[in-house]
């Protein structure tokens, strides 16, 4: 971007802080008809009815699933368990496939699939359900049964929701290791909730490479004794190492098997899957989700947020390894009959406008996406996305850290052509489902996910448990919501702890956030992200926007080192722009214009020039170990990191 654009930007910003979605617009999505049809007049009436969560909830349920039994209760509380739907009798993939096939849907295509190397193919929900069955059937006969787990190491292959759904189907319990992750970290998580049989592939497209998903998992189940089978899904058909004993190819144990498999009937608040995600400590949380209020929670929300409708061509570009995955490319999705795209590759692989041609070429409608990738898109240039047709799209979003306004600004301007509102969505693996996120109806301020979606009660607490507003608080949920985690696996005590602890009946996020005047929310970052400055709340987060929106700088990791009389001091590590030289001087210039972005209280007292930041796979700075790295702790296994290499630059900082 050039400097003459980044003062557009900051205009925009100053002078347009509240993006107004169209009333043309506004009268045509799922959310105005529905309000219209229960005689609610504007968005306030909206929020304050739905907190008749009983009410609402039970509505939701009526236009989104089809039960087997029907509940006797909505909801029954007793914190921190819930149940929803209780009494109910159910299945996921009765939703998600089941109740399609019987309809016209049939024959509607449920994924588009594009491979790295450009390979296309499309299946249909029928496709899909026979595929499902085979392979539930072929499960059963190794003796999976209901409550059983299965893990699931699949890259972004169609035979990932596949998989998951069979599981579903049968009552197995899933639980999907991002298939980035080590064989270690597969092992522990098979360990942790022993699962009888796992699932992989031989191997997958990445960079132009072919990476052998097969040899990890195979070094995985060596140490995983309870995984009695691996199935195999043959991608490339490139040879692999066997293990006569334990290994069945895919194709093989699913051709003879019937086509129709019968849906195990659940309980409603029966769990679907594990998925496991990194806690304050080194042992990851096994998060657990059940069938019926999580179904109803996704499905709910996707429907009005990213307002799909019959004809949208919908594209989460999360991986499917991770909760957004679970709840928007595969659950979600299907439940509401949508078509979504499922890329395999990276993302500016082979030239930077591979997603804008994918768009292109598949008029893809909604795009859902991270502020990392918008922002590796902003550094590799707006030339890209330029020399492709964009006109489909009609809704944008973001999810997974605060998008700093200036990524916001650039995602409107040059994907969204000005056009399209950015859906900011807040939530975590734990919630499910979007909680806090704007509604297409939603006058938008960038950089802020807005307001608690129908249904969801949130506020900003301080150490009192006091509301505030125009502070850095707790982020905290006071009522229950039906995608709402269902404990921890095997951990009921880490899960009272960590959550239900600090407040009573209360939900803690763990985040920290801000709630302005007009009830926004603004989500500052993990509460362990946060520094303490003289008694001053600063989120690293604000900082390192506040540096990366200097055109000099393509991205920046701000951490606190111990201070004698500050309590913490901000340190930088900034990576600059293609270019640009280190300099003294240009440290000056990077700490003024973090204190005229927040004040002179957030300029860091240090700033080391780096060539990467240490991130995980999903793109999060990973400021723990860059904080260890800088003051000289120890950093820990940095195994599952994108870029290890990044850590040992941090001492080599200039
Ligand atoms: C952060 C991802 C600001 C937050 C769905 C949360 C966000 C954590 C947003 C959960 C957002 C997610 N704005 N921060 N729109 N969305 N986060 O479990 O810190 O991988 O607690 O779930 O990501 O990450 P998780």
Redesign the pocket.
């Known amino acids: 971007m050039s400097n003459e654009e980044k003062k557009d930007i900051s205009v925009l910003l100053e002078e347009n802080r509240v993006f107004k979605p169209p009333e043309e617009l506004i009268k045509q999505t799922n959310v105005k008809k529905w309000m219209d049809k229960h005689g609610i007049k504007d968005l306030d009436e909206l929020l304050e009815k739905s907190q008749d969560l009983e009410w609402f909830w039970g509505e939701m349920a009526k236009e989104l699933v089809e039960w087997y039994k029907p509940y006797d209760k909505v909801l029954e509380w007793d914190p921190p368990y819930v149940k929803w739907f209780a009494g109910a009798e159910y299945n996921i993939a009765h939703d998600a496939l089941d109740k399609h096939v019987r309809t016209e849907r049939k024959d509607k295509v449920a994924y588009i699939f594009e491979g790295e190397p450009g390979d296309v193919k499309k299946w249909t929900y029928g496709e899909l359900y026979t595929e499902v069955n085979k392979l539930a059937n072929a499960l059963k006969s190794l003796g999976v049964k209901k409550g059983d787990r299965v893990g699931i190491y699949l890259p972004m292959h169609v035979e990932l929701p596949i998989a998951m759904l069979a599981c579903a189907k049968i009552g197995a319990i899933h639980s999907v290791v991002f298939s980035g992750f080590s064989a270690t970290a597969f092992s522990d998580r098979l360990n942790d909730c022993k699962a009888k049989v796992a699932i992989t592939c031989d191997f997958f497209y990445r960079r132009g490479k072919k990476v052998s998903l097969k040899k990890q998992a195979d070094d995985a189940i060596k140490n995983s004794p309870s995984v009695e089978h691996l199935i195999v899904y043959k991608r490339t058909g490139d040879e692999v190492p066997w293990n006569e004993e334990k290994d069945l190819w895919w194709d093989e144990i699913t051709k003879n098997q019937p086509a129709e498999c019968e849906t195990e009937k659940m309980d409603a608040n029966d769990l679907l899957y594990i998925l496991y995600?990194s806690g304050t400590t080194g042992k990851p949380k096994g998060i657990q989700h059940a069938h019926g209020g999580y179904a109803v929670g996704t499905a709910q929300t996707l429907r009005w947020v990213f307002d799909l409708k019959e004809d949208d061509i919908w594209w989460c570009a999360a991986d499917i390894g991770?909760?957004?995955g679970h709840s928007y490319i595969v659950y979600a999705p299907l439940i509401l009959g949508t078509t979504s795209i499922i890329y395999e590759g990276a993302p500016a692989f082979p030239e930077p406008e591979r997603w804008w041609s994918m768009i292109e070429k598949h008029k893809v409608t909604v795009l859902y996406t991270s502020p990392t990738a918008i922002r590796a898109h902003m550094k590799l240039g707006e030339e890209y996305p330029q020399k492709c047709n964009l006109d489909s799209l009609r809704l944008l979003g973001?999810?997974?850290?605060?998008?700093n306004p200036e990524a916001w600004i650039w995602y409107h301007k040059y994907i969204g052509k000005e056009q399209c509102p950015i859906m900011?969505?807040?939530?975590?693996?734990?919630t499910g489902h979007f909680l806090i996120s704007p509604l297409p109806i939603t006058p938008l301020k960038p950089g802020s996910?807005t307001k608690p979606l129908p249904g969801i009660a949130a506020e900003v607490y301080n150490e009192e448990a006091e509301p505030i507003t125009n502070a850095g608080g707790n982020l905290v949920i006071l009522k229950p919501w039906p995608g709402m985690l269902r404990g921890l696996y095997k951990d009921p005590e880490r899960y009272e702890n960590v959550y239900w602890s600090k407040f009573p009946n209360t939900y803690l996020?763990?985040?920290v956030s801000r709630k302005d005047e007009d009830g926004y929310f603004w989500?500052q970052?993990?509460a362990d992200d946060v520094l303490n400055v003289a008694g001053h709340r600063i989120g690293n987060s604000e900082v390192e926007s506040a540096l990366v929106s200097h055109p000099k700088v393509a991205e920046a990791a701000v951490i606190g080192k111990p201070h004698e009389l500050k309590g913490e001091s901000i340190t930088a590590f900034v990576v600059l722009k293609k270019g640009v030289e280190p300099s003294d001087d240009l440290k000056k210039e990077l700490r003024e214009h973090v204190g005229k972005e927040i004040g002179k209280i957030a300029r860091p007292d240090e700033i080391g020039f780096v060539n990467d930041v240490p991130k995980t796979r999903?793109g999060k700075i990973m400021r723990r170990i860059i904080r260890a790295k800088a003051i000289g702790e120890k950093v820990g296994d940095i195994s599952t990191l994108a870029n290890p290499e990044a850590v040992e630059g941090i001492s080599e900082a200039k």
């Open positions: 995600t991770w909760v957004t973001s999810v997974g850290e605060p998008i900011d969505t807040w939530w975590q693996t734990e996910a996020a763990g985040d989500v970052g993990r999903s």
